[in-house]
């Protein structure tokens, strides 16, 4: 299924402080009955966002009208868990393109990469840095780009680069999924299937 392309990506953040946020946090098991990738969103963070009642918790960041953006700025160890793409579909469904960390679970990190969600995996410091910025300004902005692996927080100029396998990254650039890139190359698979 295609996704956007991803190529710079300049936005406010939704900052997550949290550590250890597990895929059932992100996306409840109760939410995984459907199979195709639209309205997960509604269920992001669903117990965080909503008490038993369905009524927002004010207290939560995406209840916040203050704090709005593409980019979720979230603590260390996200996405630990299950390896349910479930929570990524959410992720994306939501409207975040990006989400940065200190450390991601290398199952949920290739399910962003397959989804259209760009991890982008900071240093300690430079992650309380953007924690620290947004806290002070929320309109504070941070500029992701891909071709450059570079993320930068606007209001100081202070940017770090970040690791993405060469593959992932053209197919980012592209919007493509796996399946995608193969029907992408389809024509040369076809000469190459001829020649042998």
């Known amino acids: ?9 300049r936005s406010t ?4 402080p949290t550590e250890n946020v597990d895929t059932d946090q992100i996306i ?7 199979t195709e990738r639209e309205g997960f969103g509604d269920n992001l963070f669903r117990d965080w966002r909503y008490d038993v009642e ?12 203050t704090y709005t953006g593409k980019i979720l700025v979230a603590g260390k160890n996200f996405g630990s868990g299950s390896s349910r793409e479930h929570a990524v579909w959410a992720i994306y ?9 200190s450390f991601f679970a290398d199952i949920f990190k290739n399910n962003c ?9 900071v240093s300690p410091g430079f992650l309380d840095k953007i924690f620290a910025a ?3 300004n929320p309109q504070a902005e941070v500029e992701v780009d891909l071709d450059k692996q570079t993320i930068t927080l606007i209001p100081t100029g202070e940017s770090e680069t970040f690791d993405i396998n060469a593959y992932k990254k053209e197919n980012m ?3 493509f999924d796996d399946i995608d890139y193969l029907l992408n190359i389809k024509g040369e698979i076809e000469e190459f299937a001829e020649r042998r």
């Not at 299924?1 to 990506?9: A, E, I, K, S």
């Not at 953040?13 to 997550?16: A, N, R, S, W």
């Not at 409840?28 to 459907?34: G, I, N, S």
């Not at 369905?54 to 009208?65: H, T």
């Open 1 to 9: 299924m295609p996704y956007d392309r991803f190529n710079v990506l």
């Open 13 to 16: 953040v939704v900052p997550l």
């Open 28 to 34: 409840p098991a109760r939410f995984l009955k459907a």
């Open 54 to 65: 369905g009524n927002p918790k004010k207290d939560f960041v995406l209840n916040n009208p």
């Open 93 to 101: 469904d939501y409207g975040f393109r990006c989400v940065v960390s």
């Open 113 to 121: 990469l397959n989804i259209g969600v760009l991890p982008v995996t």
């Open 134 to 136: 947004v806290e002070a």
């Open 173 to 175: 650039k592209n919007g």
